[in-house]
């Protein structure tokens, strides 16, 4: 896997030379000589992404879940108007 870097103005000119590129590695772009963006292929995006939860999976309810009976207590108290005397 090859390396190659491109400062902002050459991506700019040269698009689809930079996409060809990244099909031998990632594609290095830089702003004012700072890296700032990389380019890959997407099935490489995809390897290093990996199989992660989206956020969506991650803020549901866990696997499972939809088995255990919940019966929280009930208040015996009743709601009484505020004394603000």
């Given at each position: 896997?090859?390396?190659?870097k ?35 292929t ?21 696997p ?22």
């Amino acid at each position: 896997m090859t390396t190659k870097k491109l400062t902002s103005r050459e991506f700019n000119r040269d698009t689809g030379g930079a996409k060809k590129a990244a099909e031998d590695g990632p594609v290095y772009i830089t702003d004012r000589g700072e890296p700032s963006h990389v380019l890959l292929t997407f099935a490489d995006y995809q390897r290093l992404a990996g199989n992660q939860a989206g956020i969506v999976d991650l803020l549901g309810e866990p696997p499972g879940v939809e088995d255990v009976e919940f019966h929280p207590p009930i208040a015996p108290d009743t709601a009484r108007a505020a004394d603000f005397d």
